[in-house]
């Protein structure tokens, strides 16, 4: 996947300025940042849950000009990616298995009993293989954030979003959900994250984005950008972040 | 002096009454749809924004709101033949505008009158489902239609539902207005009834008794189809099996 000159305003404000990417297949990419910056923003685009002004995102051979964006381009673009959201966002009406059966009926075609078998799959995948005839209120926020990323395993997409995934779940719940990303991560999904887990990030992000004020501020490899940032602002943001660990020392 | 109130007189005519129960239900049932349909798309223009029509159906709605149902059930009862009449001049149709049977009025006087009230409930409703699982549905790829379809029609009609019986009752309350333009209902055959014996107290209480009942099961039906769509959040909790869930087998696979 490949973003380039990517705008996006709301009104008079202006979010994201002109934000250039590359997702290589099969790689990780984290996107980190102050609040405001635009990270939520920007990945929303990236599967036109936000409209972007200007820019261009190429998702393999489809490439999209945001300004002449077609119904059927949005469309193609959406099932190549997956997204996985903040807030889970399952279907309250369908059980777990049924969350994740939708896409692959009404998208990918599949009959009941394929999807059926797919869906199970990937619910063990997560680790919910005996929850999977229950309804999302039926379950405990970090087991609908799993549910919510086999839903997006299921479709098989190039990339897979991930929305700030762990960032409302009380913090005994955060542990399942990073080891379910991080296991396909391992397996070399190519994923774009959002995500203020720093530690996590280090460790399965290839790439590491800095995201400020609608830019893209520095950009290079978790390692490199915890250690040694280049920019004075990647150094406060990451200084503040850390800083809670100094009272644990 | 004759009697007070003829209790006789009032079981006798109940039966008669009722016989023309089917009347009431049948204008009912045709006004609901005509209701329900308009109303959807009075909504829908309005929810999407639907230039000149979302117009029409703000101003058609507003025009309604103030319209007396009795008021509106005359205006269709002399604006339809009117209209035809003037096809007729026109285009040289052929409507024959006295063969237009009594009930047609009652269609669509009430249909058109429940369609205003249904579409606000429709669109309340509709703008209240969890902008959330839209996203979701978008995310996965599915199409708008779809997307209607399968999140946001099942979601809105749970929400509606209520609502939607409410103006049920009030539609079958309203067709007992129908007898002003001819229409034989239980209401216009109490009235028959209710003349013939020179005995009016009699007849207004099985008319209202039947009225009673039939409102009383429609706000029943309506809760049970309420309930029975609020299924999947009013099941409760499983009893788990396996509760260890296998999360924490893959915590001990990682570690």
């Known amino acids: 996947m490949q973003v380039t000159a990517l705008k996006k305003s709301f009104g008079k404000t202006v979010v994201l300025r002109g934000i250039d990417l590359t997702v290589p297949d099969g790689k990780v990419i984290a996107v980190i940042g102050p609040s405001g910056s635009g990270k939520s923003t920007f990945l929303r685009c990236l599967d036109y849950l936000e409209k972007p002004d200007s820019g261009t995102i190429a998702l393999d ?180 972040v850390f800083q809670s660990f100094d009272y644990v020392i | 002096m004759g009697k007070l109130f003829d209790f006789d007189f009032m079981v006798d005519a109940f039966p008669r009454i009722l016989r023309y129960l089917p009347v009431t239900l049948e204008i009912t049932f045709i006004a609901m749809i005509i209701g329900l349909v308009l109303g959807l798309a009075i909504a829908l223009s309005e929810i ?15 025009f ?43 269609f669509v006087a009430l249909g058109l009158n429940d369609a205003a009230f249904n579409s606000v409930a429709i669109r309340s409703a509709i703008e209240a489902v969890d902008k959330r699982e839209i996203e979701a549905a978008h995310s996965i790829g599915m199409t708008a239609l779809q997307t209607f379809k399968r999140v946001i029609a099942p979601q809105a009609l749970i929400i509606a539902v209520p609502n939607l019986g409410n103006q049920i009752i009030g539609l079958i309350k309203g067709t007992s207005l129908a007898f002003t333009v001819s229409v034989i209902d239980i209401m216009a055959s109490a009235r028959i009834q209710g003349s013939r014996g020179m005995r009016f107290i009699e007849v207004y209480i099985d008319v209202a008794v039947i009225y009673w009942v039939v409102c009383f099961f429609t706000g029943k039906l309506a809760l049970l189809i309420e309930r029975r769509l609020r299924r999947s959040e009013l099941t409760t909790p499983e009893e788990d099996e396996d509760p260890d869930d296998n999360i924490m087998k893959m915590y001990e696979r990682n570690i």
């Open chain 2, 64 to 106: 309604i709101r103030g319209t007396p149902l009795m008021v509106l059930i005359y205006l269709t009862y002399f604006g339809i033949p009117l209209m035809l009449e003037g096809l007729n001049r026109q285009f040289g149709t052929a409507f024959n505008t006295n063969s237009i049977p009594p009930l047609v009025y009652a």
């Open chain 1, 61 to 240: 051979e489809l490439v999209i000009r945001a300004d002449q964006a077609h119904k059927k381009d949005v469309l193609a673009l959406r099932r190549g990616t997956a997204m996985v959201f903040q807030q889970f966002n399952l279907f309250r009406g369908r059980t777990a298995k049924e969350n994740v059966m939708e896409g692959l009926v009404q998208v990918k075609r599949l009959s009941e009993k394929e999807a059926g078998e797919a869906a199970e799959h990937y619910l063990n995948e997560v680790g919910l293989a005996n929850r999977m005839n229950y309804y999302p209120r039926q379950l405990s926020g970090g087991q609908q954030q799993r549910v919510g990323i086999a839903r997006a395993l299921a479709l098989e997409p190039k990339v897979i979003l991930l929305d700030e995934p762990t960032s409302a779940l009380d913090p005994e719940m955060i542990g399942e959900v990073l080891v379910v990303v991080g296991k396909q991560a391992k397996q070399g999904k190519t994923m774009l994250i959002v995500s203020h887990e720093m530690d996590f990030v280090r460790e399965i992000a290839d790439e590491v984005v800095f995201l400020d004020n609608g830019l893209v501020l520095e950009q290079g490899p978790p390692r490199d950008l915890f250690i040694n940032p280049a920019h004075e602002r990647t150094r406060q943001f990451l200084a503040r």
């Open chain 2, 48 to 62: 999407h924004n639907i230039p000149v029509l979302k117009q029409l159906g703000q101003g058609y709605v507003a």
